[in-house]
């Protein structure tokens, strides 16, 4: 943990989630809230509000959104809301589209950190994790070194809090991951919450989930599993592109304007009190 509280003491507290379905909470599920989905930035929003009342959050990500929508569509609307806690992470899907000029995409995201830090909030990035969901994406693995390179640097140029998602062995468990192996699962989530709290020095009694080693799979079973992933995820996946579509496109942001989040039940008690009001903030 940090030697210094990062956040402020008192005055303004305005937590602002920037991002695609990493941020979103895409694969940890919850139909009581906005989008379906809980994930690990509301998790951080309410402990941040159990350890100091009074914190107002709002997220702006989308699942597949790239870099260039975050910052036409999320950039602007964050910097009205004042925040003095920005979490961002930003260019995963951009890194999967081969005809991504990386150094052009760095660059961007460079100026994108820039405006943030510029507004004296404390500001949180994340590499990325090198997830093994085929050899078919092995070629990718280069792209991923050089943003994750990228990313510490600017993080470390700008004043930025890194969790460095990539050092995280925890995740090299399959159980912290969905079933479509991209997003974490709910565990994931949970745990990934811990790490962030952890960087920003805010207390909370998070751990990692204590399981059974995972068991081997015989031949059949996994054969049967590559099956249901690619009929599942891989094939929706090429035949949305096929069609110029993403899941995002029908969505909007969970938490669009600052709420203030309860000490107590968290964000589906602001749900289940009023419904109609999380949405207009």
């Known amino acids: 943990m940090p030697a210094q509280p990062l956040l402020p003491e008192s ?81 995963g899907n951009d890194i999967l589209d081969l005809k991504t000029d990386m150094t052009a995409l760095m660059a961007s995201y460079e100026q994108l950190v820039a405006q943030l830090a510029g ?40 004043g930025a809090v890194l969790v460095d998602y990539w050092c995280l062995d925890a995740f090299h ?31 909370h009694k998070i751990t990692l989930k204590d399981w059974e080693p995972p068991t081997r799979l015989t031949l059949r079973e996994w054969e049967q599993r590559q099956r249901r992933w690619i009929h599942d995820w891989v094939l929706p996946l090429f035949g949305r592109k096929l069609r110029g579509v993403t899941l ?8 669009p304007k600052p709420v203030k989040v309860p000490r107590k039940g968290g964000l589906k008690k602001l749900v289940a009190e009023d419904p109609a009001g999380v949405a207009e903030g």
């Not at 930035?41 to 870099?67: C, T």
């Not at 078919?136 to 140029?157: C, D, G, S, T, W």
């Not at 995002?248 to 938490?255: H, Q, S």
């Open 11 to 91: 005055g303004r507290r305005v937590f602002v989630a920037l991002g695609d379905s990493f941020t979103e909470g895409v694969g940890d599920r919850d139909e009581r809230l906005p989008n379906g989905v809980r994930g690990w930035a509301d998790r951080v929003a309410e402990k941040l509000a159990k350890a100091q009342p009074g914190w107002k959050y709002a997220n702006l990500a989308i699942r597949s959104k790239r870099l260039r929508h975050i910052i036409d569509e999320q950039l602007e609307p964050a910097l009205q809301m004042k925040p003095t806690l920005v979490t961002l992470y930003a260019g």
């Open 119 to 158: 507004t004296g909030a404390t500001v949180v990035l994340f590499t990325g994790f090198d997830v093994k969901v085929s050899a078919l994406l092995e070629p990718l693995k280069k792209r991923n070194a050089f943003y994750n390179q990228q990313v510490r640097a600017i993080a470390a140029k700008y």
């Open 248 to 255: 995002g496109d029908e969505l909007t942001a969970r938490w």
């Open 173 to 203: 468990d399959r159980r912290m991951w969905d079933s479509d192996r991209l997003h974490m699962s709910k565990a994931g989530h949970k745990y990934l919450a811990g790490q962030v709290l952890d960087q920003l020095g805010v207390p």
